[in-house]
Each structure stands twice: as C-alpha cells, then as structure tokens.
C-alpha cells in the first residue's frame, strides 16, 4: 500500500481511460481513504477513444465516487476546455485542431499530439486553479521499464510511478480486473486492450492496424482522411504520413486485396508496437 500513499504537494491522477491506469487510481483511493482537494484527477480526451473507453472513465467515476474531470484540447484561448461524458468530442475533432493548428501530422520522433492533447491540456488546467508545481501520477507498469522518465527539475510537475515502483504487471493488472464486478468492455489481446487509447494511433503495430481496418471501418476512415489532408493541403515536411513505414491507405488496401487470412499467422502481419502514451 505505500507506494499507493500520496506525495506532499498537489497531485495530479493522468487517467488514460485503460485497465491499467484505472488499477492504479482504484489503489491510490484505496491506500489513501479518497483524496483530498488538493488532487486532480484528470482524462483528457482526444476524441478517437473508443466509447468503451469514454463509458468506462464515466463509470470508474460513478462507482468509486471519485470526481474525474475531462478535459479537451481547444485552439482558442485558454487552450483546453472542461467538457463531461455527454459533450466530449467523439469524432477526433481535438485531434484534428491540432493537426490543422500545426499544419501537419504527428510522427514517431515528433509526437505532438501527445504533448498538446494530453500533457499541455492538462498543464493549462491545472495552471489555471493556481497551481505552480505538482507530481502527475502515471499508470506505467514495472515492465515497461523503458517507458520510464525523469523530468528535469525545472519542469512544473515531476512523475510519479506508483505502479513501476510496486512492480506491477500486466498480468497483475488483469488478473486484478477479473475479480471487479465491472470493466473496460474492450476485449484483451496478450494482456492490453488493442484499441484503447487513440483507436488508430500510429504507434500501434500493424497487425493491430489492420484489425482495426477490418473490424471498425468508419473508425480507421478518420486517420486515412488525415493523412489526405495533410496531403491535399501541402503540409508534406518530415510528416507527410503518421508512420514513414506505412499509410493508413495501404494498410486498408491490403486488407481489402488479401482478406482475413492475413490474420491467421503471427509472422504475416508486424507484431512490433511501439508504445501509445498513457497520460
């Protein structure tokens, strides 16, 4: 329990919306008795989380009688919005503020998606309750050790990892789910829910990509509509496609061409994924 205890000072709870970051908020109330003012605990959304995710959030909230608040990226002054389970956007309209904002498109060495929508929404929040340095609690687990970082100290908030530092598993954390009488309603593939987080996340491995074509169309439509417009509008510098191995075009024309049988040997599709951001 006492790597669930809080640290001095404002805190703030990033809750991705997964499996994985909901055990860790579900022990940091247990290990703590609730939470006191001075803890925030925050989902940002981008608008291409599943509605699983955003029904899960809503209702991580509701039965742990913990307020959440959600937050969402806006191009206007002050750069965030505070908007709820009903009026949270569904259809990637975040994200494509920020693509258009940017004139381009978030790649593998240039994630500004992640930076805007999730850790730069969150800081315009919290700096506007007056907050001037806090610890932001991260649900990364202790095998996935890479995923690790140390903020410098001149950064307003230092991470926390309570998980990695109770040497949390994904199996723990499944296991764990199993036992609860409720969960994310999305199915769990070697131990991570495939399409949590961004649905289409280009930093996804292919195979899962190529799942996502064939299952959910209309959603792998939006990230092949991006790259579109990107390129109809010229904005081809470094980022002319999310991924430089890959378009979201080519991935839905091969499936198309090949079928399903792509999907019954592991050696066909690219198994490799590089991490989606958890904050």
């Known amino acids: 329990m006492s790597h669930y205890l809080l ?4 805190v703030q709870i990033a809750f991705s919306g997964g499996r994985t970051s909901g055990f860790m908020l579900h022990h940091i109330l247990e290990a703590n008795g609730g939470l006191p003012d001075r803890v925030v605990v925050s989902f940002q959304n981008t608008g291409r989380e599943m509605p699983q995710t955003l029904d899960f959030v809503q209702e991580c909230g509701q039965r742990w009688n913990v307020p959440i608040v959600w937050l969402e990226y806006q191009q206007e002054a002050p750069r965030f919005k505070v908007v709820n389970h009903n009026s949270a ?5 975040p994200f494509e503020a920020v693509i258009r904002n940017r004139k381009g498109l978030p790649y593998k060495f240039a994630r500004f998606c992640t930076a805007e929508l999730k850790v730069h929404c969150s800081t315009r929040y919290l700096r506007s ?13 202790a095998d996935e050790a890479r995923r690790v970082k140390t903020q410098p100290l001149k950064e307003r908030w230092q991470p926390w990892y309570p998980l ?5 598993s994904k199996n723990d954390v499944v ?3 199993q036992k609860q009488p409720f969960d994310l309603r999305l199915p769990v593939v070697n131990g991570k ?14 195979s899962t990509l190529a799942m996502l074509a064939r299952d959910y169309p209309e959603r792998f439509a939006w990230w092949e509509r991006m790259e579109a417009l990107a390129k109809e509008n010229g904005w081809v510098g470094k ?9 979201y075009a080519g991935i839905r024309n091969f499936v198309e061409r090949q079928g399903d049988w792509i999907f019954d040997d592991e050696a066909f599709l690219c198994q490799k ?3 989606e951001c958890v904050i």
């Open 7 to 10: 640290p001095d000072g404002n």
């Open 89 to 93: 956007a569904r259809d990637g309209e």
């Open 129 to 141: 309750l007056g907050w001037e340095r806090w610890r932001s609690a991260t649900g990364i687990r």
């Open 164 to 168: 990695f530092d109770a040497g949390i």
């Open 175 to 177: 296991s764990w789910w």
């Open 193 to 206: 829910s495939s399409l949590g987080n961004c649905d289409g996340c280009f930093l996804k491995s292919e």
């Open 239 to 247: 980022n002319p496609v999310f991924n430089a191995d890959r378009s």
């Open 273 to 275: 994924d590089e991490g």
